[in-house]
């Protein structure tokens, strides 16, 4: 059989507490642009699915790079043993991190790891994941001085996680796997921080990500469909009111007791709003998401008023109108500029210099032609893959 996903139409399950699968996502955007991953401890059922218990993270002398990860391979060892010892958990597999890299599946170093791993260890099972950026942030390049503080629940972006079972890991046969979440913590992590000392697992505050901001492809229906409630029928007649283009490029998603659309905007910009999912579904919250940096500004306020229920057309062609309205505004400002300020160079306008105040002799602010003056540096060259699995540490 040769490597990669023998019978693609048959999918197996993983299952996973929610605690842990909170974990996975919450490295992937703390991280940003840099690879990351860790491994994955759990039991299997009778059934032979994987039950992921426990996950660890990269350890703290990991090597992160924009397309290369290496686990620390004594905190492998560490966790590997204490996992086993103290808990009885079996060493299901790995996860790692693909961020904005458009690599949704095992790479071809990923598979050649996997086999070598599992033959060297002579492991008949495997359980891969993989994280990426459901929508890439320049806002989540991380860099290392900076992770300690940082909290993965900020900003806006979404993790989309992809699951795999390997069928025959040692010669490299993988299928994909649909993820069942357990919507409960793991009774391993707590136990394993009071025992093992203030976060052994290098998991830290990731685990604190936001769960609606994981996407399990394919699967948020399944997720959901129990609290599920009404007729839709009332929201596609509301749909079929927009204005084409807002037709064409709608983006619904079904989540615990409401429904989140979203809208593109003139200028380039996108509406999101949360909808009652009983009819006639009323929204209940609207932000402006700005689709460069995904920061979010709430205008419930202006797009639904004092009005006890709010269709969503009516609030959609409001904040319409607000975007409108402020480019207009920026439009009427330009126009009424002296002509000598409007003939300025084209250099002037981009640096953002203001004359002073008469006595300033009309010098421009230095602090901001310095910040103006800052090129964005372009994204770095995607290098060849070697994915080293932080299984190596049972060499």
Known sequence: MR??????????????HESELRAIAGLAAQWGGLETGGDMYGLYTRQGRPVVQFVSGPGPGATHETAHFAQDLRFCVRMHREMGSRYGLQWLGTFHSHHGLGLRRPSGGDVSQVRSVTNRNNLKQWCEIIASHARPSRAHYAVPAFLPTRDPSNGGLSIRID??????????????????????????????????????????????????????????????????????????????????????????????????????????????????????????????????????????????????????????????????????????????KDPTERGATSEESHAGTTKEAAGHNGAPDAGKQEEASVERKPSAPLAHRDYRSPAQCEE
Request: glycine content about 10%.
């Open 3 to 16: 490597d990669g996903s023998s019978k693609r139409g048959s999918k197996r399950e993983m299952i996973i």
């Open 163 to 336: 699951a795999f079972i390997y069928s025959d890991p040692q010669k490299g046969a993988w299928l994909p796997a649909r993820v069942r979440v357990l919507p409960s913590p793991s009774p391993f992590r707590g136990s394993a921080r009071s025992s093992m000392g203030a976060s052994p697992d290098g998991v830290g505050g990731a685990a604190r990500f936001p769960m609606e901001r994981i996407v399990l492809e394919g699967q948020d229906a399944d997720r959901v469909a129990p609290e599920q409630d009404g007729d839709f029928g009332a929201l596609a007649s509301q749909l079929a009111r927009l204005p084409e283009r807002a037709q064409q490029e709608v983006e619904l998603r079904a989540e615990t007791g409401s429904l989140l659309i979203k809208l593109p905007l003139p200028g380039g910009d996108a509406v999101l709003m949360a909808l009652s999912k009983r009819p006639p579904h009323s929204v209940q919250t609207v932000c402006i998401i700005d689709e460069v940096t995904l920061d979010g500004k709430d205008v419930t306020a202006g797009a639904v008023g004092m009005a006890r229920r709010t269709c969503l057309c009516d609030a959609y062609e409001r904040v319409r109108s607000m975007v409108l309205g402020r480019a207009g505004r920026r439009t009427v400002e330009i126009d009424r």
